[in-house]
């Protein structure tokens, strides 16, 4: 389970927390993920100014959020993959994938919510 993620460019180092020999837990670097492959040079600009941010993460799907001169990038950690988000800036991503709302599936259930919601209401 990743807990922490870096980057000091051109690499994005990967941590998280385990327990060590006498059972007190401490930080372990488990990858090391080499940028410039998957990055357009315009998104590493200066090597030594810190423009390059992990903003976020998907647990579920193993997805890394990066901001970069560039723009936003996503790097899919179990394919390697980046692919490009958008242009804009961002200071953080909390991403999700779904929502369990029960009671709200009932209420569309209805035909009077369904009604409503395909502007088809009652009619005199």
Same mark, same amino acid.
């Given at each position: ?9 051109? /690499?994005?180092? *990967? ?6 020999? /006498? ?5 372990? /670097?488990? /990858?090391?993920?080499? *940028? ?89």
């Amino acid at each position: 389970m990743l807990l922490f993620a870096s980057v000091l460019k051109p /690499r994005l180092y *990967l941590w998280s927390m385990e327990a060590g020999p /006498r059972g007190a837990a401490g930080w372990a /670097r488990r /990858r090391v993920v080499e *940028l410039e492959p998957l990055l357009p040079p315009r998104a590493l600009l200066d090597m030594s100014d810190s423009d390059v941010w992990a903003v976020g993460f998907a647990e579920g799907v193993s997805v890394i959020f990066l901001e970069t001169p560039a723009g936003l990038y996503t790097i899919a950690l179990n394919s390697g993959r980046a692919n490009k988000v958008g242009e804009w800036s961002i200071e953080k991503v909390m991403p999700y994938t779904s929502f369990c709302t029960r009671a709200f599936r009932r209420v569309l259930a209805s035909d009077e919510a369904s009604r409503a919601l395909v502007g088809g209401g009652t009619t005199a």
